[in-house]
């Protein structure tokens, strides 16, 4: 596995990505409120990634910051 040194900002980057994945999932996981209409997520957590997402320069730039992501935290092995 190779080795993926990133900048403060690229890991700000990732880690405003990754809170926001576990808030949705969290969102849809728990009570999705009146039937029929999905869950909130909290619009300071949408803010929060596109502002690190724009600091570190990855904002439009979807190939470079998944291929990113890929290579810092690679999927977990199958059985």
């Known amino acids: 596995?190779?080795?993926?040194?990133?900048?403060?900002?690229?890991?700000?980057a990732l880690q405003a990505y990754l809170r926001l994945l576990h808030t949705v999932r969290?969102?849809?996981?728990?009570?999705?409120?009146?039937?029929?209409?999905?869950?909130?997520?909290?619009p300071g957590v949408l803010a929060e990634a596109d502002r690190a997402l724009a600091d570190a320069g990855l904002s439009g730039?979807?190939?470079d910051f998944f291929r990113m992501l890929g290579n810092w935290c690679p999927p977990a092995a199958t059985p």
């Open 1 to 12: 596995m190779r080795t993926v040194l990133l900048t403060d900002r690229e890991r700000a």
């Open 26 to 42: 969290a969102a849809y996981d728990g009570d999705a409120g009146p039937p029929g209409r999905p869950p909130l997520v909290p």
């Open 61 to 63: 730039n979807e190939e």
